[in-house]
């Protein structure tokens, strides 16, 4: 008896959430053991959308997927702040070892200019 009235409760919950064409079958013989039956051909998404407890996890799935993606996007937006800045820095760096070698060549360019007016000097001193 109890099997039986589990078997029409399972009928009119078929009724209300399985589309057209699909149903439920008792597998077993034991009134807890169901599965739904192979649907007839038609978009999955039909059967899935009947399911209450599918959509609510996929819904989850789908909130915690945003989640992470956007806790993702923030951690690559702090991470290339940091690597700009790096940049910028090595730059900075860059071309003040520039300038100092810039002027370390010029330094020289004036040392060896008046080390040869000097050499001149002496060369034109020691001719007279």
Known sequence: MKYLAQRNRLRALEAQLAPKGT??????GLPDDYAPAKPTPGPM????????????????????A?????????????????????????IDHLERRL??????????????????EHKEAGAYRGAS
């Open 99 to 116: 300038d100092a070698k810039e002027a370390e060549l010029e330094e020289q360019a004036r040392r060896d200019a008046e080390e040869a």
């Open 45 to 64: 998404s039909e059967v899935m959308a009947y399911l209450p407890q599918t959509t609510a996890r996929e819904q989850a799935e789908l909130e915690r």
């Open 23 to 28: 149903r439920i079958v008792i597998t077993g």
């Open 66 to 90: 945003r989640v992470t993606a956007d806790r993702i996007k923030r951690i690559q937006s702090a991470t290339r702040a940091v690597q700009v800045a790096a940049f910028a820095d090595a």
